[in-house]
Structures are given as C-alpha cells and as structure tokens.
C-alpha cells in the first residue's frame, strides 16, 4: 500500500489527511506542534463562502491609504518588514489588473461553490454535523457611504449567484438584538455558517483519522531526502527519518520554508492575525457579524464569543503585538454596546497569504511526488473539506470536479 506524508495538521492537513485514508491509502500526519495549535486554533469559525474575492481588487485599494496611516488601523505593516515585503507586494500589484481580478474571482468562487457539498459530507460522515450553526453572518454599514464602498463585494457575489439578503433599520435588530441602533444597514448572508469551535473540529477529525489507522507525528520538517527525482523521506529536527512514497505539503504559513528546500519558492506570507476570545461577553449572538468599513468580526464560538480580524505583516518570527487585539474588541463595542470584555484571553496566529489571494493546490512542479495544499488565507476552514476531496483526487489518479489550473504552484 503506498504510503504518504501530510505535513501540517491544520484543518487542512488534517482534512487532506483523512480523505487519502478514505481511498485507501497509508497517511502519516506530520506537524511541529499537533494537530490543531496553529492557525486552526484561533481562527474565526465561519464557512466563509461569500468572502473569496482577491485583497487586490479597487474597493480595498481604496481604503489602503487610510488604514496603513491609521496606528489603530486594521492593516499594519512593521517598518523593519518592509524590504522583505517588497517582492509579494510587486506580485499584489500584478493580481489587481482587472482581467486578473476576473480570473481570481473565478477561482475563489469554484471552491466556494463547492464548500458545502463537501464540508456537509465530511461532517456527515465523521459524526461531526452538529459542530456546524444553522445561522449566517451579518455584514454592518453605520451608513450609505459604507455600503457603497461595499457595493463591489456585493456587485460580485450576484455575478456568481451566492445568496444575500439586504437589510434595514429594525430587521437587523430583530435578527441580532445586541447591535447598535447606528447600523443603518446590514447584509444577511445565510450560508457563511459557524463551527461551534475550530480547534475540537480539528482535533475531532484527527481523532476519527487516528481511530481509523492512520499516524500522527509530532515534528518539524527540516529536510528531504531525494530519490532519484522523488522525495523519499522527510527529515525532521530530533533526526529522525520518515519515509514516504508520496508527499502533501501543508503547513500553512510555514510551507514556503520547506517548498525552498525543493527548490519551489512559493511567495507565500503571513498575515497575522489576533483575536480575544470572550467567555463572560454579558450578551448572546446568533450570528456572526462583520463590520467591513472596521475590519473586524465577532463570532460566538469555543463556548463564548470571539473578536478577531486585523491583518499585521511582520514575517513568521516577530513576537506578537497585543494592542492589536484590544483594538479588535475597541472596534467590537462600537457594533455591540453591551458587549464587557470579561475572562478573556488573547491570540495570534499566521495566516498564510499568497499575494493573488488564491490557495495553491495541486502536484509540485519540480518533484514527482509532491503535492501542495497551502496559502488559503482567511478562507482554511472554509476551503479545508473540498481541498482534502481535490487533493485526494490527485494523488489516486481521479478526475477533480473543477478544473485545478489556476491553483498550481508555478502560476507566479
């Protein structure tokens, strides 16, 4: 039986890791820190599906002045990380050409498209399905100015025919109480869904993979082994040595590392991100909000409700900067009055990034027998059930149900 190698126990190593078991096939999963402690841990628990249009595109643009000389403001670049920033954000620049931004859209929306019917049949399947919300998420606009700097996100989900409802005035407060009466209006999207906690679906569906034969290891990929074309064997830090017939590389944030050491760089970043989780918030939520013109998002999950967003370009070794999160939970008031900040904690984890906001998916260029699955941004929960069927797809021999060439690796 050919054996393969998942490195990264995200949700979507850990997904990629399960779909290969379900064809049969021998998978160990490989991840520095166990299953579920990256990125996975602190994200913010919704089925994005509307939300896969490119960071590039005018509407962002627009705003970008404004944020990067706002000290509080919801992107923020560290001086000393500039140079080093300088090669993604020439690729950034190229991924905002409008026949580009056509492309991206496409793209996002075919994994969008598909995010349900996958996602509803790994949950099924795993016993999982309670650990997905019935309500959506709320998108908020204090004014018309908001909701026309907004019209372009709108504008592109009636192109693709993903559902939304517009609201005004007292059937926001109806649906979510707590708000604040300065919303003037709000955009209902029914299918971006939450999971009532990231991190136990995660360690859940590594659970069913481990109850179903397949290995986890706790380590960190230093190296590779070559065979004659193929990678053999990974190497990790303690020196041991674990051999493979085929590799997934999935590591986040963290793979443009070991895709370097094949010789593949990958402009991938982190986009690092922060939330305060909030277990005596003093008010209840159904839904998930989102207040654009803030960039920041509130979502009931873990057991409480959770404050996150900010994007912050600092590289992968920084320390984290925290007056980013209470900034979050600041902004979090404004939409929630009520809202108190008590027995909390804070957080930061890497988001990966590539700079045409696009995941790479799909069969390495350079080695026969590598796979990536990598840079799904703020959309690896929502992509994660679909890029486990893809790659399993892939690596069996299977025909994808979508066409898989603007996720491969040497687009850039």
Known sequence: ?????????????????YALQRRGLSVTLV??????????????????????????????????????????????????????????????????????????????????????????????????AHMLGAEGCLSLYAD??????DRDHIDILDRFGFRHDILGGNAIRDLEPALTTKIARAVLFPDNRSVADPYRLVTALAGQFQALGGTVETGEVVGFEDGGGDVSALRLADGRRLAADRVVLAAGAF???????????????????????IMAPGISMRHSIIWPARAFMVTPTAGGIRVGGTVEMAGLDAPPDYRRARVLVKRAKEALPDLKAEATSEWMGHRPALPDTVPVIGPSAKRRNVFYATGHGHLGLT?????????????TGARPPIDLKPYRVDRF
């Not at 994660?384 to 399993?392: D, E, S």
């Open 1 to 17: 039986m050919p054996s393969i190698a998942v490195v990264g126990a995200g949700v979507i190593g850990v997904t990629v890791a």
């Open 255 to 277: 793979t443009g590392r070991l895709s370097k050491l094949l010789g593949e760089p990958i402009p991938l970043e982190t986009e690092r991100g922060y939330h305060t989780q």
């Open 31 to 128: 991840d520095r820190d166990g299953p579920g402690r990256g990125a996975s841990y602190g994200n913010m628990a919704s089925i994005a599906v509307t939300e896969f249009m490119p960071a590039s595109r005018p509407g962002v643009w627009a705003q970008m002045p404004k944020w990067l000389l706002d000290p509080e403001g919801p992107v923020r670049i560290r001086p000393g990380y500039v140079p080093k920033l300088v090669p993604w954000f020439l690729r950034f620049l190229a991924a905002s050409r409008p026949s580009r931004l056509r492309e991206l859209e496409a793209a996002g929306a075919a994994l969008c498209g598909r995010a349900h019917e996958d996602l509803d049949a790994l949950l099924k399947e795993t016993g999982l």
């Open 144 to 149: 018309e100015a908001e909701f026309r700097a």
């Open 383 to 395: 992509y994660a059930a679909t890029t486990g069927r893809l790659v399993a797809d892939l690596v």
